[in-house]
């Protein structure tokens, strides 16, 4: 398993928490991913490379940051674990091309009471 798909099974184990009716802490991860193909900077994957100092979405996940910083190291950020309003259910991100944290803002569905 890569670094990347370490990290990235940890933070989905992250985003399965879901606290009752607060607002709970982001996943966050730390993991050196760095090439030395590109030296000084994080490699996500071959289309991912960032600069320290530089942000932007984890490839194939959902709204999740990744910012880089000096020798590769990248830390991870899922978004806050938002319970549900009561009697409803969370459904997909409205829109992951946004930008992090606004890309978080879920869809609900409050069609039955659940």
Same mark, same amino acid.
């Given at each position: 398993?890569?670094?990347?798909?370490?990290?990235?099974?940890?933070?989905? @184990?992250?985003?399965?928490?879901?606290?009752? #009716?607060?607002? #709970?802490?982001a996943a966050v991860a730390?993991?050196?991913?760095?090439? $030395?193909?590109?030296?000084?900077?994080?490699?996500?994957?071959?289309?991912?490379? @960032? $600069?320290?100092?530089?942000?932007?979405?984890?490839?194939?996940?959902?709204?999740?940051?990744?910012?880089?910083?000096?020798?590769? @190291?990248?830390?991870?950020?899922?978004?806050?674990?938002?319970?549900?309003?009561?009697?409803?259910?969370?459904?997909?991100?409205?829109?992951?091309?946004?930008?992090?944290?606004?890309?978080?803002?879920?869809?609900?569905?409050?069609?039955?009471?659940?």
């Amino acid at each position: 398993m890569s670094q990347f798909s370490t990290v990235a099974a940890f933070l989905l @184990l992250g985003l399965v928490v879901i606290l009752g #009716g607060h607002v #709970g802490q982001a996943a966050v991860a730390k993991v050196k991913l760095n090439n $030395s193909s590109h030296p000084g900077k994080c490699v996500l994957d071959t289309n991912t490379i @960032l $600069s320290p100092g530089e942000t932007g979405l984890a490839p194939d996940l959902p709204c999740v940051r990744a910012e880089c910083h000096a020798d590769g @190291l990248v830390t991870f950020k899922t978004c806050d674990a938002v319970a549900p309003p009561p009697g409803c259910k969370q459904r997909d991100f409205v829109n992951i091309n946004r930008e992090f944290p606004a890309c978080c803002e879920r869809k609900y569905n409050c069609d039955k009471h659940i």
